[in-house]
């Protein structure tokens, strides 16, 4: 009897591994770091994954599952995510199932059987249901080949998302030593990084670290000014799209849905005050395309597995970048060019700086003081005047290499630079001498009252009218002098602290610049108003476009007679391959990404037959 070597074994599993690839995903080639984190996992090593949303992560897991013995247990924050995650595998011929609330008692019986027959190779199950006494004496009879934990962001307080039941996913290692765990996530910075390595007492795991860069996604901040008439004339500039509006409170999110809906756009609200059946029948009409638009609080977010979001509309300001970053995140998970636009208001910030420090405050903790550093983060986020996506790479320790991502509002329409070094030593002595002669820092909008020379209490209790710097600055308005403030404070050149309220304060770099003067050069405020743009730098995509709506329309039909959402059909990606190409042969829509071999049988005469009318009809 012949041994095969070790790299014979290895030939032969990646072989294995690329023929399931084509076989049911339809796909010839891996994306970034996929192959290199299923080889760590085939090796039965703990890892840990970030990937950006819309990069892949669920194959890295998937995948093994198929070409290995055993069971895989996927455990998910979201009851709502798994039946569409299972239907997805069971699409393309994957056996895999899930167990949470909304099943019946006999249900959940039927899934076991086939759990524990060894038929069903990936198990979707939630924390709090996999940690019952029952649910770890059932694993401890099934032959678990690993575990993936997916979102582990969940696990740490110091990421936006921390779920208590995440912690106890500790026992895991502890009653399964020999098991491997996955962990992924596509939020997390170094230091929550650590926590989940830590957390889920991973050993000597393998990290995978893809960035946190999404190319295909473009970044706009515009100044809030009738909001509602804003949105409805970007969705409008969008066709038929999907989108998803984030809005701070329940209230918003009905209004602004209502108003979206006189306008003739389908939309509708969702927030974790509506009812669980209420919450789950428009999330399942989002998926199915019914409507166009969800306007919702952040309780809408990992749940939706839905890769043809096209924009995220930011009507309030995100409380931190982690959560921003997490939002926007929706859009375009299938790789194609989507779009994410922020609403910033002042207002907005002082309204939930406000709310923080009226927050009662835990004794051991200095969760208001996180919170308003979180907050003032995004603030500089959204007064920033250069590259966006550099700034939100920066913030997770990631960079790019180009000074511009095209991508960007800042990028696309650059301001104009121009010598503000007088302008700013006047700003920066002003800050520095309030501070010398009061021993206490004040805000924005007191330095300003100081630089324009106006009289009112506080300036005349606390002797800052008797300032040299008091009213050497009437050549411009106080908007003007707030705006430089706040540049100033992007640029580094001041910082925002918290003593009550935010007050400003010198930076090593402002400090530099006043006693060495240094130039300083700031942007002016671009004249008309910014453009709302839709595609950007290599995701132009050149394709029929009447097609791939007539496509579209036969996927829905589809979706709707299987009772599975549409992206379960076909993805987007997918369907404008097809309306590129334009396949009339079973061959050639074999050739198409994401055609498996169930799915071409199931649907290569429907869409060539489909094409081939569309063909006709424009020919004759």
Known sequence: MMHMSAQQQTDTMQDALRTALKHYFGFDDFRPFQREIIDAVMQGQDVLALLPTGGGKSLCYQLPALVSQGLTVVVSPLIALMKDQVDALNAVGIPGT?????????????????????????????????????????????????????????????????????????????????????????????????????????????????????????????KKSKPNEQVLRYIKERGEESGIIYCASRKATEAVAEFLRTAGIPAAPYHAGMDNHERSSTQEAFLRDRIRVICATTAFGMGVNKPNVRFVIHYDLPKSIEGYYQETGRAGRDGLASSCLLLFSRGDFAKQARLLE??????????????????????????????????????????????????????????????????????????????????????????????????????????????????????????????????????????????????????????????????????????KAKTFEVQVGDYQDEYNRDLFETLRALRRRLAEERDIPAYVVFSDVTLRQMAREAPTTQEAFRAMTGVGDKKAAEYSDIFTSEIENFLKQRTS
């Open 98 to 222: 899930y167990l949470n609330s909304t099943l019946s008692s006999e249900e959940v019986r039927v899934r076991l059987r086939r759990v524990e027959s060894g038929e069903i190779k990936l198990l979707y199950v939630a924390p709090e249901r996999l940690l019952t006494t029952n649910g770890l004496e059932r694993l401890a009879q099934w032959n678990i080949a690993r575990f993936a934990i997916d979102e582990a962001h969940c696990i740490s307080e110091w990421g936006h998302d921390f779920r208590p039941e995440y912690r106890r996913l500790a026992e895991l290692r502890q009653l399964f030593p020999d098991v491997p765990i996955i962990a992924m996530t596509a939020t997390a910075t170094a230091r929550v990084q650590r926590e989940i390595a830590h957390q889920l007492r991973l050993r000597e795991p393998r990290e995978f670290v893809a960035g946190f860069n999404r190319p295909n996604l473009t970044y706009t901040v515009i």
């Open 358 to 527: 009226e927050k009662e405050e835990k004794p051991e903790g200095h969760e208001r003081m996180h919170a308003f550093d979180a907050l003032s983060r995004m603030v500089a986020y959204a007064e920033n005047v250069t590259c966006r996506r550099q700034d939100l790479l920066m913030y997770f320790g990631d960079s790019l290499p180009d000074q511009s991502c095209n991508g960007c509002d800042n990028c696309l329409e650059p301001r104009e630079r121009f010598d503000a070094t007088t302008i700013a030593q006047k700003f920066l002595s002003c800050v520095y001498r309030i501070r010398r002669a009061s021993g206490f820092a004040v805000g924005l909008k007191h330095v300003v009252d100081v630089l324009t020379g106006k009289m009112n209490d506080k300036i005349t209790r606390f002797g800052h009218d008797r300032l040299s710097t008091f009213g050497i600055g009437t050549e411009h308005t106080a908007k003007d002098w707030e705006r430089i403030g706040r540049e100033l404070t992007a640029r580094g050149f001041l910082c925002t602290s918290q003593d009550g309220f935010p007050v400003l304060s010198l930076t090593d770099l402002g400090r530099r610049a006043l006693t060495e003067r240094e130039p300083v050069f700031l942007t002016r405020q671009p004249k």
